[in-house]
């Protein structure tokens, strides 16, 4: 399961959604994040849905392979779908002692899972396309205005692209670490739940040495590069707006002012 994880991995390639700058991905990903939580019924799903996999089409990623990092989420969202379907007031549908599920509820937990599932794809969608340079320079170019009141932005910047960057690299040393006690004869998949967090501690010890080995590699080349800072930087690939980014935040506007309509029509239906 652990080679499923994909979040953090930049797939380089040169389709329309790979050249959008990075500063108009970021913030139309916090769009598509507002798009979502205004959709409160299944036709207003249908449009972040189609949206979403007219992205990843356009991108060039395989829908078989975000289909199979979804896989590490699946417990999550069986957690909330359950939650959601026994805890809705509404009309009921079946009910056995104190628990009762409801028509509200069914739907509820529907729109909850179809809204995670989105929620981590689309997300995923900014790291995929973007490298970490570009998201690093993004991110510093929408935070240089908190720089007037002395905001660290350009090192808030590069903590959170290494941290992303940092994911993958974690989850193989983990699944090497596995593997390697497992051929030790560690036990790990049987047994209680105790025990199990018992087996984990040979693997957490090693990976935490491993990290924090890495974090001191990577601070000493920096150093060794003359890394100060984002004071008096340079950059070799300079950020530009272009037609297509102003075609893509049209094409956001357009979904999120559907989604609003269709929300207003249906409430009127309702009545």
Same mark, same amino acid.
């Given at each position: 399961?652990?080679?499923?994880?994909?979040?953090?991995?930049?797939?380089?390639?040169?389709?329309?959604?790979?050249? $959008?700058? +990075?500063?108009? #991905? @970021?913030?139309?990903?916090?769009?598509?994040?507002? *798009?979502?939580?205004?959709?409160?019924?299944? %036709?207003?799903?249908?449009?972040?849905?189609?949206?979403?996999?007219?992205?990843?089409?356009?991108?060039?990623?395989?829908?078989?392979?975000?289909?199979?990092?979804?896989?590490?989420?699946?417990?999550?969202?069986?957690?909330?779908?359950?939650?959601?379907?026994?805890?809705?007031?509404?009309?009921?549908?079946?009910?056995?002692?104190?628990?009762?599920?409801?028509?509200?509820?069914?739907?509820?937990?529907?729109?909850?899972?179809?809204?995670?599932?989105?929620?981590?794809?689309?997300?995923?969608?900014?790291?995929?396309?973007?490298?970490?340079?570009?998201?690093?320079?993004?991110?510093?170019?929408? $935070?240089? +205005?908190?720089? #007037? @009141?002395?905001?660290?932005?350009?090192?808030?910047? *590069?903590?959170?692209?290494?941290?992303?960057? %940092?994911?993958?690299?974690?989850?193989?040393?983990?699944?090497?670490?596995?593997?390697?006690?497992?051929?030790?004869?560690?036990?790990?998949?049987?047994?209680?739940?105790?025990?199990?967090?018992?087996?984990?501690?040979?693997?957490?010890?090693?990976?935490?040495?491993?990290?924090?080995?890495?974090?001191?590699?990577?601070?000493?080349?920096?150093?060794?590069?003359?890394?100060?800072?984002?004071?008096?930087?340079?950059?070799?690939?300079?950020?530009?707006?272009?037609?297509?980014?102003?075609?893509?935040?049209?094409?956001?506007?357009?979904?999120?002012?559907?989604?609003?309509?269709?929300?207003?029509?249906?409430?009127?239906?309702?009545?």
């Amino acid at each position: 399961m652990l080679k499923d994880i994909t979040i953090g991995q930049f797939f380089p390639g040169q389709s329309p959604v790979h050249k $959008l700058d +990075p500063r108009i #991905k @970021i913030i139309l990903t916090l769009a598509y994040i507002v *798009m979502l939580f205004m959709t409160g019924n299944a %036709f207003g799903f249908l449009i972040p849905i189609v949206f979403l996999i007219v992205l990843y089409l356009i991108a060039h990623i395989p829908l078989k392979m975000i289909l199979k990092s979804m896989k590490p989420i699946v417990p999550i969202i069986i957690i909330t779908a359950v939650l959601n379907l026994f805890f809705v007031d509404g009309d009921p549908l079946w009910s056995w002692g104190i628990f009762t599920i409801t028509k509200n509820g069914v739907a509820m937990s529907i729109m909850m899972a179809v809204r995670i599932l989105c929620l981590i794809a689309g997300t995923s969608l900014l790291t995929y396309t973007t490298s970490p340079i570009a998201l690093t320079d993004g991110i510093e170019r929408l $935070l240089s +205005p908190l720089k #007037k @009141i002395h905001f660290p932005a350009h090192e808030l910047a *590069m903590m959170m692209t290494i941290a992303l960057r %940092f994911i993958p690299t974690l989850i193989e040393e983990t699944d090497k670490i596995m593997s390697a006690q497992k051929a030790r004869g560690a036990d790990m998949e049987t047994g209680g739940l105790i025990q199990r967090a018992k087996a984990l501690v040979p693997i957490l010890i090693p990976l935490f040495i491993s990290a924090f080995r890495r974090a001191e590699e990577l601070a000493l080349a920096m150093e060794c590069r003359c890394y100060h800072g984002g004071e008096g930087r340079t950059r070799m690939k300079q950020l530009h707006l272009s037609l297509r980014d102003a075609v893509a935040s049209l094409v956001v506007a357009a979904c999120i002012a559907g989604i609003v309509c269709i929300n207003i029509f249906v409430t009127v239906g309702n009545f």
